[in-house]
């Protein structure tokens, strides 16, 4: 069974940058298309970005375009959330999760999913 764990979350200030890690543990991550969520207090959690089996990046967010990217590595078992010029607004948990048949903005489609990771941008 797949097992997601993030890593990377911390305090940030606004325009600064920070790199998210999503470690996959227990198959091969090859298949899966690796979608980034994130809930921000008070709020419901929403995609943000997913990067496919096939190395396709697809934006939920249109606030992440321009900003954020993603990348895998399939020999590691690794996702990377590459956030760039942060706003207090990106602050959320951000969770990584994987969904065997495609890309997806919609929750329940994913099967596996990490426990997420605290980022904080503030001054």
């Known amino acids: 069974q797949l097992q997601l764990v993030e890593s990377g979350g911390g305090l940030v200030q606004p325009g600064g940058s920070l790199r998210l890690s999503c470690a996959a543990s227990?198959?091969?991550?090859?298949?899966?298309?690796i979608g980034w969520f994130r809930q921000a207090p008070g709020k419901e959690r929403e995609g943000v970005i997913c990067i496919s089996s096939s190395d396709s990046s697809m934006y939920y967010d249109d606030s992440a375009k321009g900003r954020f990217t993603i990348a895998r590595d399939n020999a590691k078992r690794m996702v990377y959330l590459q956030m760039n010029r942060v706003k207090p607004e990106d602050t959320a948990v951000y969770y990584c999760?994987?969904?065997?048949?495609?890309?997806?903005?919609?929750?329940?489609?994913?099967?596996?999913w990490g426990q997420g990771t605290q980022v904080t941008v503030s001054s």
């Open positions: 999760a994987a969904n065997p048949a495609g890309c997806s903005s919609r929750e329940y489609e994913y099967d596996y």
């Open positions: 227990g198959s091969t991550l090859d298949y899966y298309n």
